[in-house]
RNA sequence: GGCCUGUUCGUCUAGGGGUUAGGACAGCAGGUUUUCAACCUGCCAACAGGAGUUCGAUUCUCCUACAGGCUACCA
C-alpha cells in the first residue's frame, strides 16, 4: 500500500521505573498530538522486560498520569486491541519465535561466554588503551559463532546458560533518514554483535522494540533523541527480519538548568509532582510543546485543538531544551487567568477541601452547599493573582481558618509612625455602620472617609485594616474580601487585633 | 577511546547570503492601583571561536572548542 495512504500507527512506550517523566510526557504528547492530527491510533505500550527496575505498581502511576493530561489511548494494556498484548513480559514468546528464525538463518547465534568473563576482557582493553590505542572500541570477537555445531550442541545439552547475539553483518552501510535529524548514515562496522535475547530469556530493548513495532504495525516511531544512536542496530533488525522500516522522528532532549539530563535533583520531574503543585494540563502540555517546537515568531499559547492543527514533525528542531520553571509558572498562571470561573471554581473547592482536610477540619461555619458559595465568590478575587492552583491556599486560608497573628502582624506598626490604634477605632465605627450584607461599595465608601477625616490617604487606612483581618500585608482586594468575611468575622477580627496592640 | 548529533539574548525560540537579528519568560525602570497580582509602556540582552566561498556570511563549507547521546545480558 502507499505508504502515504497508510493508517497513522504511533506509540508511546515507557518502561514502568518509577512515575511519568516530563520529557517522557512530551514524547507521549508529541506522539498523541501526531496521531490525532493524521486520525491515526495512538498505541501503549508497557516495555517491562527489565525484571531488576521493573516495578509493577509504578504501571497505574503511569497509566493515571498520562489519563490526567488527557492523552487517551486507542490500543493498550487496559484497552486492548488488535495487535496484544501490549506488555512486553507477555510476549516473551514472540520474541522468542523470531530469534529462533534469526538463529535458523544463521543471522543470529547463541554465545555461550558468561557476561563477568567479557566484562573483564572490556575493562581490560580499556586500560591498555591509555595510549593512543587503536582508535577502536571493544568488539565481541563472535567465537560463539565459530563454534562446531557439535559443540553447540553439547552445550545445550549440558544445560550451559546462552544469551542470543545479533549477528551484524559486515561492511554494511545503514542509512535512514529522521525527520528532525535529516540524513544519518553509518557503517555497521562500528557496531558489534549485539545481545537479542538475554541469559534469562528475556529480549533486551533494541530487539523488543523493533519485534513489537512491526507487529503493532506503527507506521512512525516518535521517541527522545537518547534512542538515535540505537536505530542503526534497530533497522539491521527490521532488515533481517522483513519487516517495514516506519518512519523515524527523534526529539531533542529535555534538560536541567545546569544543562545536564533531567532528573530528580533538579526538583519536581514526576507529572504527579505537577498535579500535586497545581499545575493544570493545559499549561503543561503547551508548555511541552514549546520545548523544542515553535509555530511561528509570536505564539506562545496555544489550545489543545490549535496544537493538533498547527504541530508539525518536520518544524521540530535539534536543540536540547532546558526546562525553565518559570515559563511553566508563567503559562500556568496564564490559564489559569484565562479560565472559566465555573470551571476554576470546581478547582479550588479540590484544592480547599484538601487544606481543610489536611488540618483535620472542614469550614467552620459552612455546610458543603456553602462552602461552594463561598469558593464561588473567591474564585474571581484570586483568579489573576494565582501561577498555580496550590497557591491559592496562601492566598485564601484567612476565609478559612481562624487568625493567629503573628509576630510579624502584631508587631508590624511598632516602628512606624503610625496611630494604628486610634485609626482602628476610626475603622471600627465606620464599618459598623454599614449594613449586615457588608458590600464592597459601602465599606470603601466608609472607610475613605476615615481617611478624609484623618487627613490619611487611603492606602494608610487600608494597610491597617488589613492586617488587622487578613493577619498579613497582602490579601485580595480588601473590600470584595471583607464582604465575604461578612460584618461579624471583620468586625470581631479588628477588635481582636485592637485588643493585641492596646 | 570510537561512533552519532548539536551550538541565535540568562532561558524557550523566530529568522535566514544584504534585517535596527523578531517574539515570549525572567530581570530592570516607569504607569495604573487599597496591598499583592494582573494590565500597559519602556529598557537590558544573542548569532561559540577560527579559516574558506562570496561584492557581502549570523545564514553555505571545513576545522577547533564546548555540550549531549550511544558504545550494557538498562530502556
Known sequence: ?????????????????????????????????YAKKKAGQFILRIEDTDIARHQEETIDIILNSLKWLGLDWNEGPESGGGYGPYRQSLRLEIYKKYADKL???????????????????????KDREV??????????????????????????????????????PENEVINFRDTVYGNITINASNIEDFIIIRTNGLPTYNYSVVVDDALMKITHVIRGEDHLSNTPKQILIYRALGFDIP???????????????????HGSISIEKYIEDGFLKEAILNYLALLGWAYDEKTTTFSIDELIEKFELDSINKKPA???????????????????????????????????????????????GNLQQKIARITPLVKERIKTLKESINLVSPFFIETVYSDQSKNYFKNKNIDALKILNSIYSALDEVD???????????????????????RKVAEVTRIAIWNSPVSPPLFETMEILGKELTLRRIKDYIKIIS
Open 1 to 33: 500500500m502507499d505508504k502515504k495512504n497508510k493508517e497513522v500507527r504511533v506509540r508511546f512506550a515507557p518502561s514502568p521505573t518509577g512515575y511519568l517523566h516530563i520529557g517522557s510526557a512530551r514524547t507521549a504528547f508529541f506522539n498523541w498530538l
Open 103 to 125: 538463529i535458523e538463518e544463521k543471522k543470529a547465534y547463541r554465545c555461550f561466554c558468561s557476561p563477568e568473563s567479557l566484562k573483564a576482557e572490556r575493562e581490560n582493553k
Open 131 to 168: 595510549g593512543p590505542g587503536d582508535g577502536k572500541a571493544f568488539k565481541y570477537d563472535r567465537r560463539c559463532f565459530k563454534l562446531s555445531q557439535k559443540s553447540i550442541e553439547a552445550n545445550i545439552e549440558s544445560g550451559k546458560p546462552f544469551a542470543i547475539r545479533f549477528m551484524v
Open 247 to 265: 518512519d523515524f522522528t527523534h526529539l531533542p532532549m529535555i534538560l536541567g538548568q545546569d544543562g545536564q539530563k533531567l532528573s530528580k535533583r
Open 322 to 368: 532546558k526546562f525553565d520553571y518559570d515559563k511553566l509558572l508563567w503559562v500556568n498562571g496564564y490559564y489559569i487567568r484565562n479560565m472559566e470561573n465555573s470551571v476554576l471554581e470546581k478547582l479550588l473547592e479540590t484544592q480547599i477541601k484538601k487544606y481543610l482536610a489536611s488540618r483535620e477540619m472542614s469550614d467552620p461555619e459552612s455546610s458543603p
Open 436 to 458: 449586615d450584607r457588608f458590600p464592597a461599595k459601602e465599606t470603601e465608601g466608609n472607610l475613605r472617609l476615615v481617611a478624609k477625616n484623618l487627613n490619611l490617604n487611603l
